[in-house]
């Protein structure tokens, strides 16, 4: 439509910006939400390959699917009956141990402790620095809204995640459907291209979905059965279950967790125990890196390392943790449109 009159022209584009800045608006408002469903159905469709398989044996997929999600529900289950109540248990303990922890810092001996390991940290002006901070008189008052907000983003995690658990329950028993629905949404002409690369982008992602959860459990595993029998560490359980969710993050959650893991060993069980735990992650990091990925992810995605680097940080600058998490695969995804659209329509050119 061609517009003569300049004002009726301006009158339209004014109301394009505002319907835009509306949808913005409205998109910025929903982002939470967005959020969840984003990752329920990111994790739906790393049920998929499971219930897949689970036809290919010869079960009905509403009966495979009911034995997936019932799998998954006996999961959660079991990690609310066995692990939550460890970790209470030594998270509990753990803070009964500051104040030994208090008295250490005060007669000196770990601060010598510490300079003994880490002899480059200039212990004394952090010191003071941690003493400055607490004689200052908003101290309290900022602690005290501090664990406030602690506490809120604790209820909003665990109440985020609930919903999270009932959206993927709802996507994977209707996945199919879902997909259904959408592919009669594309021309007739380019169906059967687009349900193809689709299925192998689910594909993609389910093994991906798969492929990190399983690293995650060899870390989780492997870190309680050392810490555990091996070197006998205090809290061990909550030390490996910091693993695993670290695990969970591409690129840098290993390494971060073993940190924050030789760091809470060296404040609770000082040396040399703490040698034992860094050497081990040290050497875990080498195997993981160059035995289990591989073997592992290169099932799932193939994906240039580079590729995997800068989808990882731009997905985290961009949605946080979710954003690190589905950028690999969104990556894969891109990469394989791009093989198979557009490089084809460039050659046919």
């Given at each position: 439509?061609?517009?003569?009159?300049?004002?009726?022209?301006?009158?339209?584009?004014?109301?394009?910006?505002?319907?835009?800045?509306?949808?913005?608006?409205?998109?910025?408002s929903?982002?939470?939400?967005?959020?969840?469903?984003?990752?329920?159905?990111?994790?739906?469709?790393?049920?998929?390959?499971?219930?897949?398989?689970?036809?290919?044996?010869?079960?009905?997929?509403?009966?495979?699917?009911?034995?997936?999600?019932?799998?998954?529900?006996?999961?959660?289950?079991?990690?609310?009956?066995?692990?939550?109540?460890?970790i209470?248990?030594?998270?509990?303990?753990?803070?009964?141990?500051?104040?030994?922890?208090?008295?250490?810092?005060a007669?000196?001996?770990?601060?010598?402790?510490?300079?003994?390991?880490?002899?480059?940290?200039?212990?004394?002006?952090?010191l003071?620095?941690?003493?400055?901070?607490?004689?200052?008189?908003?101290?309290?008052?900022?602690?005290?809204?501090?664990?406030?907000?602690?506490?809120?983003?604790?209820?909003?995690?665990?109440?985020?995640?609930?919903?999270?658990?009932?959206?993927?329950?709802?996507?994977?028993?209707?996945?199919?459907?879902?997909?259904?629905g959408?592919?009669?949404?594309?021309?007739?002409?380019?169906?059967?291209?687009f349900?193809?690369?689709?299925?192998?982008?689910?594909?993609?992602?389910?093994?991906?979905?798969?492929?990190q959860?399983?690293?995650?459990?060899?870390?989780?595993?492997?870190?309680?059965?050392?810490?555990?029998?091996?070197?006998?560490?205090?809290?061990?359980?909550?030390?490996?279950?910091?693993?695993?969710?670290?695990?969970?993050?591409?690129?840098?959650?290993?390494?971060?967790?073993?940190i924050?893991?030789?760091?809470?060993?060296?404040?609770?069980?000082?040396?040399?125990?703490?040698?034992?735990?860094?050497?081990?992650?040290?050497?875990?990091?080498?195997?993981?890196?160059?035995?289990?990925?591989?073997?592992i992810?290169?099932?799932?995605?193939?994906?240039?390392?580079?590729?995997?680097?800068?989808?990882?940080?731009?997905?985290?600058?961009?949605?946080?943790?979710?954003?690190?998490?589905v950028a690999?695969?969104?990556?894969?995804?891109?990469?394989?449109?791009?093989?198979?659209?557009?490089?084809?329509?460039?050659?046919?050119l």
């Amino acid at each position: 439509m061609k517009i003569q009159n300049g004002f009726l022209f301006g009158l339209f584009g004014g109301l394009g910006v505002l319907i835009a800045l509306l949808i913005g608006s409205a998109v910025i408002s929903l982002a939470t939400i967005l959020t969840y469903i984003g990752a329920a159905l990111f994790l739906a469709l790393g049920l998929d390959p499971i219930v897949t398989w689970l036809e290919h044996k010869g079960m009905k997929r509403p009966l495979a699917i009911f034995t997936v999600l019932l799998g998954v529900l006996g999961v959660v289950a079991g990690l609310v009956l066995a692990i939550i109540p460890v970790i209470a248990e030594q998270v509990q303990t753990l803070v009964e141990q500051i104040p030994k922890v208090i008295e250490s810092f005060a007669d000196g001996s770990l601060n010598q402790a510490i300079k003994d390991i880490l002899p480059w940290v200039a212990v004394d002006d952090l010191l003071a620095q941690v003493t400055d901070t607490i004689s200052d008189p908003t101290f309290l008052s900022n602690l005290g809204g501090g664990v406030l907000k602690a506490g809120l983003g604790l209820a909003t995690g665990v109440f985020g995640a609930l919903i999270i658990v009932i959206l993927m329950l709802y996507f994977t028993a209707s996945l199919g459907s879902l997909k259904r629905g959408i592919y009669q949404l594309i021309p007739a002409s380019k169906r059967a291209g687009f349900i193809d690369i689709s299925e192998q982008i689910s594909q993609s992602v389910g093994r991906y979905v798969v492929g990190q959860l399983t690293l995650a459990l060899v870390n989780g595993v492997l870190s309680f059965i050392v810490l555990t029998f091996v070197i006998r560490v205090e809290y061990s359980a909550l030390l490996a279950f910091i693993a695993f969710l670290g695990s969970l993050i591409p690129l840098v959650g290993t390494i971060s967790a073993s940190i924050v893991i030789t760091l809470a060993v060296l404040l609770f069980d000082g040396t040399p125990t703490v040698y034992w735990v860094a050497g081990y992650y040290l050497i875990y990091m080498q195997v993981e890196a160059y035995v289990i990925t591989p073997r592992i992810m290169t099932r799932a995605v193939k994906v240039p390392g580079v590729v995997v680097v800068i989808a990882a940080l731009a997905g985290g600058t961009l949605l946080g943790l979710l954003g690190a998490l589905v950028a690999i695969p969104v990556a894969a995804s891109i990469l394989l449109i791009i093989k198979q659209v557009v490089v084809p329509r460039q050659n046919a050119l």
